[in-house]
């Protein structure tokens, strides 16, 4: 029993392996071919987002979207697969927690995010692709009732503010218009599709 273990663990080892040159191979292959990847005007990205970040007193969850122009087919490096955009959206999310609530109980908020952010782009494998966005984001948040009325710094989620942001993320492309894409970062977490 240990030999077969032991040989099925070699096996594994050895596809595994294999597998991982292929893909490695194939993803060198791509991002050396400068200008291999969509040629598109304008992404549309619907998502769902989690705010994981204290941002008020908890996290938060909600639904947004996000346009990205491209403004250089062949990004900054040449010799490179990549492209620059500007991206920009709005994200609508629901706090149910209250940061300044004994009790937690009906003192929830809801905050808007408008990031706009610098996306590069890398397109590093046939299917997949993955991007840095520096930026910032406009929030504006509001209660959903009146319970936490004289608790001090109550007020203060419905301020507008700026602040910086920062995402990383990576798309799987089903095909040259349709891609899953992933995306972290301050302040939020999102999963949706990209139409291109």
């Not at 710094?153 to 995402?167: I, Q």
Request: charged content about 10%.
């Amino acid at each position: 029993m240990t030999r077969f273990r032991c040989g099925a663990l070699a096996a594994a080892a050895v596809v595994a392996a294999t597998l991982c040159t292929e893909s490695g191979a194939r993803a060198d292959d791509t991002i050396k071919r400068p200008g291999d990847h969509p040629d598109y005007s304008v992404e549309i990205e619907p998502h769902g987002v989690f705010g994981w970040s204290d941002f008020y007193g908890g996290n938060g969850f909600g639904v947004g979207g996000r346009f990205s122009i491209p403004v250089v087919q062949n990004g900054f490096v040449p010799k490179l697969n990549n492209s620059v955009a500007v991206s920009f959206g709005l994200d609508f999310l629901h706090y149910s927690g209250c940061a300044y609530n004994v009790n937690n109980i009906g003192c929830g908020a809801n905050y808007l995010f408008f990031p706009v952010a610098l996306q590069w782009n890398f397109f590093v494998a046939q299917q997949w692709s993955v991007f840095g966005e520096p930026g910032l984001f406009i929030y504006h948040g509001f209660y959903d009732t009146d319970v936490c009325n004289g608790i001090r710094f109550c007020n203060t989620p419905t301020a507008t503010g700026v602040n910086p942001a920062f995402y990383a993320g990576g798309r799987y492309h089903f095909n040259e218009h349709v891609a899953l894409t992933m995306r972290i970062g301050y302040p939020t977490i999102s999963i949706g599709v990209s139409f291109m």
